[in-house]
């Protein structure tokens, strides 16, 4: 995909996720939209980072995350507001717009999961089940760690 078709589509969603924000979870529309703007912005930036020639060797996740990390650290002079701002969007806002896209993709390759058929349940179930387990065991290590439990 090219990058401006990228950016388009990292607005369109970007609109989603506001409007999805405001009518969804009474947030008001200004503080929806400045909350998003940070998200798409950081978003874009790790995408724009992961397109450089030495970088693109990383997946673009790879490259977000590393720019929301250096954005949200606490040396960082602007990480207060940006965690401040955006604690306004909500888990629920963001979701929708992946979830829309995940089932149009499945339905694209409608095909191909019916070849695969009941096979596929075990394999999710295996998948869902290590995804907790795992998570669970990061959490129980990093609470320990930290003291908290």
């Keep these: 995909m ?5 950016i388009f589509v990292l607005i369109l969603v970007s609109l989603i996720m506001a ?3 405001t009518v ?3 947030i ?6 400045k909350a998003v703007a940070i998200l798409a912005a950081i978003s874009a930036i790790g995408y724009l980072i992961a397109k450089l020639p030495y970088c693109n060797k990383l997946p673009v996740i790879f490259w977000v995350s590393i720019v929301a990390i250096m954005v949200s650290i606490p040396q960082m ?3 207060e507001w940006v965690i401040a701002t955006a604690k306004n969007v909500q888990f629920l806002a963001v979701c ?3 979830l829309a896209y995940a089932g149009l993709a499945i339905g694209k390759d409608l095909a191909m999961f019916r070849k695969i058929s009941w096979r596929i349940i075990p394999v999710a179930l295996v998948v869902c089940a290590g995804t907790f387990l795992c998570a669970a065991f990061i959490a129980e290590v990093t609470l320990h760690w930290e003291g908290v439990i």
């Design 19 to 21: 409007a999805g924000n």
């Design 77 to 79: 002079p602007i990480s």
């Design 2 to 6: 090219k990058i401006m078709e990228t």
């Design 96 to 98: 929708t717009p992946i």
């Design 24 to 26: 969804g979870y009474h």
């Design 28 to 33: 008001d529309i200004l503080s929806s939209v």
